[in-house]
T-cell receptor, first 111, second 116 residues
């Protein structure tokens, strides 16, 4: 059974810092991995999708990496801003389409 | 707005009542997913449709839950005889599935259910 874990559960940093969020999964037989952002009381916004054959994806200040063999992904946020404050969720897709999510990392960026 | 829409956004009901939620996916998306999210947790998969066919149901989906996608467009999720444990955010997502590895799921704003 696939399990996804995110560490840390919460993170508070001063504005301008670079930071790394971690995601691990137990079954390496995945089709892709997605990182999402969720603001309080809202739905999920897709940030990055990494296909199983890829090692990383970049979008603006965000960079996500994937190491399937070790069951790990990281989301790197450069030059953090207060507007980056949100919960970040990673999810893996297996062969049936459903996503298995981690518990999320709640990020607070202080001005 | 061409994103995924859900209705209602909030629902308060008394224990034992039935509730129905609606999801309108992005136009021409053939896959539609339902997830449930409780406070402080990541979403959990409930069920999904490819066109009008319901292809997978989670064990979380008890007999009190039923989902439909009658014409392969919008979907409804009904909960009968609601219980306080059903209180959660119900999220809908849709996708166009060109190949599994490229599938991106787009989420709606969710329906927050509170059962008193």
């Amino acid at each position: 059974k696939q399990e996804v874990t995110q560490i840390p559960a919460a993170l508070s940093v001063p504005e301008g810092e670079n930071l790394v969020l971690n995601c691990s999964f137990t079954d390496s037989a995945i089709y892709n991995l997605q990182w999402f952002r969720q603001d309080p009381g809202k739905g999920l916004t897709s940030l990055l999708l990494i296909q199983s054959s890829q090692r990383e994806q970049t979008s603006g200040r965000l960079n996500a990496s994937l190491d399937k063999s070790s069951g790990r992904s990281t989301l790197y946020i450069a030059a953090s801003q207060p507007g980056d404050s949100a919960t970040y969720l990673c999810a893996v897709r297996g062969n049936t389409g459903k996503l298995i999510f981690g518990q999320g990392t709640t990020l607070q960026v202080k001005p | 707005d061409t994103g995924v829409s859900q209705d209602p956004r909030h629902k308060i009901t008394k224990r034992g009542q039935n509730v129905t939620f609606r999801c309108d996916p992005i136009s021409e998306h053939n896959r539609l997913y339902w997830y449930r999210q409780t406070l402080g947790q990541g979403p959990e998969f409930l069920t999904y449709f490819q066109n009008e066919a319901q292809l997978e149901k989670s064990r979380l989906l008890s007999d009190r839950f039923s989902a439909e996608r009658p014409k392969g467009s919008f979907s409804t999720l009904e909960i009968q005889r609601t219980e306080q444990g059903d209180s959660a955010m119900y999220l809908c997502a849709s996708s166009l599935d060109p190949a599994g590895s490229q599938e991106t799921q787009y989420f709606g704003p969710g329906t927050r259910l509170l059962v008193l």
